[in-house]
């Protein structure tokens, strides 16, 4: 089975610090994806990677953003972490659109 | 873009009953896809629908695939507790053949 595995499960930062998120697949996936899951809105694309070195913005891009150095790697970074960035953050990656396989999550509190 | 209304936001069932939900766009889509979210996990891809008009178990669930390509369905037969979580509706946003979007989801709770 694909593994997506990411970092942390729970985080806890301060605000104006840089966070890193870290997200490994373990599949040889192309596409890589990071979501942001907050009640009452869904799931919400913020950076994808179709391939390494690649990016792409999602929806809500703002104060984020991504580094795919190696293929099977996809990091998200908030350069300067807000309150409002306080979130449940889901990475995922795919072959294909039916493929999507998602990490457990991580928690983020930024206090 | 193509949005997605997922309806209904919860529901509160007893274990035995059977549940439905649905998820409806102004866009055709040309995959359908059915998560679900246990509780502190990431979602997990239930049923996948590629055809209009498409019937698809798998255990207890069936999902279809609306025949006018802007709506999809799923059923829980005869509910049981570990039933319990979140059900996303998702699909392709076009023309890209690997990003998907998603319903906000419906809070599914079992009682025993």
């Known amino acids: 089975d694909v593994k997506v595995t990411q970092s942390s499960r729970y985080l806890v930062k301060r605000t104006g610090e840089k966070v890193f998120l870290e997200c490994v697949q373990d599949m040889d996936h192309e596409n890589m994806f990071w979501y942001r899951q907050d009640p009452g809105l869904g799931l919400r694309l913020i950076y994808f990677?179709?391939?390494?070195?690649?990016?792409e913005k999602g929806d809500i891009p703002e104060g984020y953003s991504v580094s795919r150095e190696k293929k099977e790697r996809f990091s998200l970074i908030l350069e300067s972490a807000s309150t409002n960035q306080t979130s449940m953050y889901l990475c995922a990656s795919s072959l294909v659109v039916s493929g999507y396989t998602f990490g457990s999550g991580t928690r983020l509190t930024v206090v | 873009g193509q949005q997605l209304n997922q309806s209904p936001q919860s529901m509160f069932i007893q274990e035995g009953e059977d549940v439905s939900m649905n998820c409806t766009s102004s866009?055709?889509?040309?995959?359908w896809l059915w998560y679900k979210q246990d509780p502190g996990e990431g979602p997990v891809l239930l049923i996948a629908?590629?055809?209009?008009?498409e019937l698809t178990s798998n255990g207890r669930l069936t999902a279809q695939f609306g025949t006018t390509r802007k709506d999809s369905f799923l059923n829980i037969s005869a509910s049981i507790p570990s039933d319990v979580g979140i059900y996303f509706c998702?699909?392709?946003?076009?023309?890209?053949?690997?990003?998907?979007?998603f319903g906000k989801g419906t809070l599914l709770t079992v009682n025993p």
């Open positions: 866009s055709i889509f040309n995959t």
């Open positions: 998702a699909g392709p946003v076009a023309p890209s053949n690997y990003k998907l979007t």
């Open positions: 629908l590629y055809k209009a008009g």
């Open positions: 990677s179709y391939d390494v070195k690649m990016k």
